[in-house]
């Protein structure tokens, strides 16, 4: 069956997904030196998510995100220079060198704002589209979140507050099984967060989060209901997350999951798997490798950079800190 994307867009959803992965890569190579001085949640496995949702989408859109942002962040924004100068704490990075990897944000790229505190940034999200409404735009506001935000408070208020209000916010769900070391039977009430989520007027969805394509048209369709009839979406993706909860180890030895099998492990694998697509159909080993190569020279030429850079001035002690 032939992809629905022509070979450049797909050639540019590889180049994402390459780009988040290679830069981690290199946040697990460099980490051990103990100069990026910030816990750092990992996206490895998770990157399909915000690459398939946000591909197409209009540059108005506005993202709020958790700590495990940097898919987000590189998707938005493609800076690296920015990204790695941060966490090495410097005055050149995104946030100053003040925020570290927990709170990256870009809004002049639509990433208004991340958080530490599961579930805090999705009723921004739903302030952000009350203000759309309120001012007749048609921006839509997405609330990306775990399946640990379920548990909040926050979250149903949020959404019962948006949909009694029709508002166009996308709320995405990136269940991965597990608030740290709690898979979601240990912790939720409800059966089926979709069958539950169904009682509400919102449009919804549910995909594979570690497909790339199919993250992607899911979104479109729903975003396309969302348009026709006005209420929020909301989209269930379930993805892998393939690292430690936070910090850059594997921690299949930690009890309380296993290791994958092997040929699992591809298909869980959001780059692998695409890779694996793009290779039996439109795209040569050439036109991939060249790809890789272009993201490897970027994020050699950032951390360099980042590395040169200097410390924040003690006299930046109080600025841009608002708590
Ligand atoms: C309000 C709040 N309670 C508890 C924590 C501690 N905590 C940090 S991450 C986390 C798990 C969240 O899981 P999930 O939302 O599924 O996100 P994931 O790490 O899987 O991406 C918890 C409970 C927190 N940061 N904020
Ligand atoms: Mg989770």
């Not at 969805?205 to 570690?210: A, E, L, P, R, V």
């Not at 594997?250 to 959001?270: C, Q, T, V």
């Amino acid at each position: 069956m032939k992809s629905r994307f022509g070979k450049d867009e797909l050639l540019y959803l590889y180049r994402k997904l390459v780009l988040i992965r290679q830069a981690e890569e290199k946040v697990r190579e460099e980490y051990g030196n103990d100069a990026m001085k910030t816990p750092v949640h990992l996206s490895i496995g998770q990157e399909a998510i915000p690459v398939g949702v946000l591909f197409g989408l209009p540059e108005t859109t506005k993202c709020f995100g958790t700590y495990r942002n940097h898919a987000l962040y590189l998707m938005l924004t493609d800076d690296t220079d920015g990204f790695f100068a941060e966490l090495y704490g410097k005055a050149t990075g995104v946030g100053r060198g003040k925020v570290g990897s927990m709170h990256l944000s870009a809004p002049e790229s639509g990433l208004v704002a991340t958080s530490a505190i599961v579930g805090t940034t999705i009723p921004l999200a739903v302030g952000a589209a009350f203000a759309a409404k309120y001012k007749k735009l048609d921006d839509v506001a997405i609330a990306f979140f775990g399946d640990g935000a379920l548990e909040e408070g926050s979250f149903w208020e949020s959404i019962n507050f948006a949909c009694l209000h029709r508002l166009r916010i996308l709320f995405v769900c990136e269940d991965n099984n597990l608030a740290i070391h709690a898979s979601a039977g240990e912790r939720q009430g409800f059966r089926s967060i979709s069958e539950t989520v169904e009682g509400f007027e919102c449009h919804c969805g549910s995909g594979d989060g570690s497909d790339v394509q199919e993250v992607s048209m899911v979104t479109r369709q729903i975003v396309e209901r969302m348009a026709e009839q006005p209420k929020p979406g909301f989209l269930h993706l379930t993805y892998f997350r393939f690292l430690e909860h936070v910090g850059i180890a594997e921690d299949f030895n930690a009890g309380y999951r296993s290791r994958p099998a092997f040929a699992e492990m591809i298909s869980l694998d959001p780059v692998l798997r695409f890779e694996k697509a793009l290779l039996e159909k439109e795209c040569s080993g050439d036109d991939l490798r060249a790809i890789r190569m272009e993201v490897d020279g970027k994020i050699a030429k950032s951390i360099q950079a980042a590395k040169l850079a200097p410390f924040p001035a003690p006299s930046e002690l109080y600025t841009d800190v608002f708590a």
